[in-house]
């Protein structure tokens, strides 16, 4: 059974930046797509960014493009999370997810009963003003 572990979060000013860690065990992710997600207080939980098994391709939400980079080493069994010039409205929980396989597309990330292998337990993140 795969387990995912989210660290890297806390306390950050506006405009300063974070990196969160998602790693994996119980069995390796390499042929995997991954993702972030974040909930935010009183929100549905959103799609943040995504990666490919391979790392050469990537999705972000509109909201983080140009400010949020995933990346993942596959012989850590870790997916990254890089988050700069952060906002108040960045405020969340944040969770990586893995794919059942190598989806990691819109066709996986936008639908709630999609193809989720498994979920870590989160990390909290709050950006002060």
């Known amino acids: 059974q795969v387990q995912l572990v989210e660290s890297g979060g806390g306390l950050v000013q506006a405009g300063g930046s974070l990196r969160l860690s998602c790693a994996a065990s119980?069995?390796?992710?390499?042929?995997?797509?991954m993702g972030w997600f974040r909930q935010a207080p009183g929100k549905e939980r959103e799609f943040v960014a995504s990666?490919?098994?391979?790392?050469?391709?990537?999705y972000y939400a509109d909201s983080v493009k140009g400010r949020f980079t995933i990346s993942r080493d596959n012989a850590k069994n870790t997916v990254y999370l890089q988050m700069n010039s952060l906002k108040p409205e960045d405020t969340a929980v944040y969770y990586c997810a893995a794919s059942a396989g190598k989806s990691y597309d819109s066709s996986w990330y936008s639908n709630p009963d999609g193809d989720f292998l498994a979920w870590g337990q989160g990390t909290q993140v709050t950006v002060s003003s």
């Open positions: 119980g069995r390796t992710l390499s042929s995997n797509g």
């Open positions: 990666i490919s098994w391979s790392g050469g391709s990537t």
